[in-house]
């Protein structure tokens, strides 16, 4: 199970700023529980999201890893944890091929977890996410509750919503 982070984890940031520190981190209603479920169904968890308050300087790389320790943190209670965590740190003109919808970080976890990314999905609230997901041949959960569902395998509200889903046809 890849996951993008800001939108389907913890509450978006408005426009233009970022998650600068865990403190800021905020989990999005019922997002531990549905980690969670997916973990007890038997998916494996990573993170892979586009962090570019780092190349602009916004962000502190140490921010992001004390994020990633807050979210596995709170996830011990509830007996599950994130395998893996990436990020692309680049600009959005940098051209490289790890920021979504190119899919380099969705195929280094893979590599790094042993997934098959054809049993595999990718869950995120962007147009991104799912372009991400296509192009490293997931099946893609788009969480949004417009109508453009962006060619998604599964669209619904939130990350509680798609776990129920997921796990229910599994």
Known sequence: MLLDRDGTLNVRPAPHEYVTSADEFVWLEGAQ??????ARAGFSLAVVSNQRGVARGLVAPGALAAIDERIQRDLRPRGCAIGAFRYCLHELTAGCGCRKP???????????????????WM???SLSDVGAGRAAGCRTALITNADNDAGADLVAPSLAAVARRIVADA
Do not use: H, I, Y
Request: charged share 20%; proline share 4%.
């Open 102 to 120: 190119r899919p380099g970080m969705l195929l280094d976890v893979a590599g790094a977890l042993g997934l098959d990314l054809a049993r595999s």
């Open 123 to 125: 869950v995120g609230d």
């Open 33 to 38: 529980e549905a980690l969670a479920q997916l």
